[in-house]
Each structure stands twice: as structure tokens, then as C-alpha cells.
């Protein structure tokens, strides 16, 4: 896969969104850079357009309306998940059930504990396919 060029960020919480825009900053990312607030911003934004450029997709689980399990789901279910989107869950909850949970989502490829730190964020950005 080229390499990333736009990093979706999908958290209710601001003071999350910030601390990992300024993560990725610092592991370098120079890309663009969208924050969502809930996983329905998220699916009318797929909605307008699939990821045509590579793209690293940040999910929280523990968000109004739609978590972040049933978000996956229904960009799965709407076929809005593309070979350009690679989907992560970065949680506060460590608990072994929602790992598994993930794991059991085909379109998940790695479940990370908040915050996201430096060194996680560049093996995911500069990680192929």
C-alpha cells in the first residue's frame, strides 16, 4: 500500500481528537487530517465519497448513537469500506471482551488502548497493506 495520506479520527471526545492529531504530527504525518465526532459523521462522509487515497481510519468504541462496533459494521454493511481504508479501534477500554469483539470484525486490523503514542502511530503509518 502507498503511503498514507489522509487519517480519519472518529472520537465524542475533543480533548482525544487533539492529543492524537498531535501525535500524529509528531510521527510525522503531514497529511490530511479529518475529525469526526460520531460514527453517523463518519458514514455520511464515506457516503459522499469512498477513500480513493490511502487512508488510516481511528474508531472509538464508547460513542453516542452508533459505537464504534456497530459504526464497522454499518460501513460494512453499506459497502463503504474500501481496499484505501485501513480501520482501527482506539479505545480507553482495555477489557478482553471488546478485543475479542474486534478481533471477530473482519474489517478491524488492530485494536490500540488510548492514547495512541508516537511509535504506534508511525508503524501504522508507514505499514503496508
Known amino acids: ?3 498514507i495520506e489522509r487519517v480519519i479520527l472518529v ?5 482525544d481528537n ?3 492529531s498531535i501525535v500524529l ?3 510525522g504525518f503531514a497529511g490530511e487530517l479529518v475529525v469526526l465526532e460520531s460514527g453517523v459523521q463518519l458514514i455520511d462522509f464515506l457516503q459522499k465519497g469512498p477513500p480513493s487515497k490511502p487512508t488510516l ?3 472509538d468504541i464508547n460513542m453516542p448513537l452508533l459505537n464504534g462496533f456497530e459504526t464497522v459494521s454499518k460501513l460494512e ?12 479501534i482506539l479505545s480507553s477500554s482495555d477489557a ?8 471477530s470484525l473482519p474489517a478491524v486490523r488492530s485494536y490500540l488502548v488510548k492514547p495512541l503514542n ?7 503509518l508507514t505499514a503496508s497493506g
Open 77 to 88: 454493511a453499506l459497502s463503504l469500506l474500501s481496499a484505501d481504508l485501513q480501520v482501527h
Open 25 to 27: 504530527k509528531k510521527a
Open 1 to 3: 500500500m502507498p503511503p
Open 57 to 59: 481510519l481511528f474508531v
Open 18 to 20: 487533539t492529543y492524537h
Open 118 to 124: 508516537v511509535a504506534d502511530a508511525k508503524r501504522l
Open 96 to 103: 478482553a471482551e471488546d478485543l475479542q469483539m474486534a478481533r
Open 11 to 15: 472520537d465524542d471526545n475533543d480533548l
